[in-house]
């Protein structure tokens, strides 16, 4: 789904965030940064979060606890539940009950995966030094309708540009290492893996734009059980992080091949 609509906000917005573990200081810091009044919940002890506490007072976000959930819930006009955060944690289970629609709960969820794949990208990136050819991260599932709950797993892939001659086993693992670090540390911030492997870091979801392509064509023409069920993650998917052409090409390559195969 290439063209997904990106997550909006009102004018006037207000937003709790509920958790402030890695994801949820993320989160809260994407919001502030797009000019959102934001309020942070954990109910952890209070002298467990002095450097929560100090980190977000600094982007003018307060953290409050159990004596000031109720006027936090009460000002919010979203509310965002961390991953990791359980259905039946008392902040959640009272904003369920402040009748705060479950779109609203839910909507920032997928911002929130949005800007640890980005900021996961960056750490390895810097780690390991620039990609040596084009590539894009391509989200899928529930990730790429921005469609996320408390429940959702993570699932993308990966596609890079054509390796010179030779060159193919080196570069497969340079995105095979940048694939593992950024669904290992999606992983520790709440979104786990998904348990059919639907993963950057599985080879049957990193490969180059030529091998890509050449897979959609064997999903359509020769449309067996498994592939079919391949090709109904692969079509769903949305660009998260991209530097090679690849998203147009595959959507052209729905558009046009899938209404010339009989079988599709």
């Known amino acids: 789904m290439p063209n997904a609509a990106v997550v909006k906000f009102e004018d006037g917005d207000r937003a709790l965030v509920i958790g402030v573990g890695r994801s949820g200081m993320a989160t809260a810091a994407v919001l502030r940064d797009r000019g959102l009044a ?17 980190d977000l007072a600094k982007l003018r976000i307060g953290l409050v606890g159990e004596d000031g959930l109720a ?12 991953p990791g955060v359980p259905p039946n944690n008392p902040a959640v289970l009272a904003v369920q009950r402040a009748g705060v629609p479950a779109r609203d709960i839910g909507r920032v969820l997928s ?5 640890l794949v980005t900021r996961l990208i960056d750490f390895s ?9 084009a590539w894009a991260w391509l989200d899928l599932g529930s990730a790429a309708r921005r469609e996320f709950t408390l429940s959702s797993d993570q699932d993308n892939a990966l596609a890079y540009a054509e390796p010179g001659p030779g060159s193919e086993s080196e570069i497969d693992d340079y995105f095979a290492r940048l694939g593992r670090e950024v669904n290992e540390g999606l992983a520790r911030c709440g979104f786990g893996v998904d348990d059919n492997g639907v993963l950057a870091g599985n080879r049957l979801w990193r490969m180059s734009k030529a091998q890509w392509l050449r897979t959609f064509d064997e999903c359509l023409r020769a449309p067996d059980e498994s592939r079919l069920i391949r090709a109904s993650v692969a079509f769903d998917f949305r660009r998260q992080a991209a530097f090679v052409k690849f998203v147009g090409a595959h959507a052209e390559y729905d558009r046009v091949d899938a209404l010339t195969v009989s079988q599709f």
């Open 71 to 82: 006027a936090a819930i009460q000002d919010a006009s979203i509310a965002i539940v961390s």
């Open 111 to 115: 911002l929130q995966h949005d800007a």
């Open 38 to 54: 934001v309020t942070a919940y954990d109910d952890k002890p209070s002298e467990q979060l002095d450097k929560q506490r100090a």
């Open 125 to 133: 990136l810097s780690r390991h030094g620039p990609a040596p050819v």
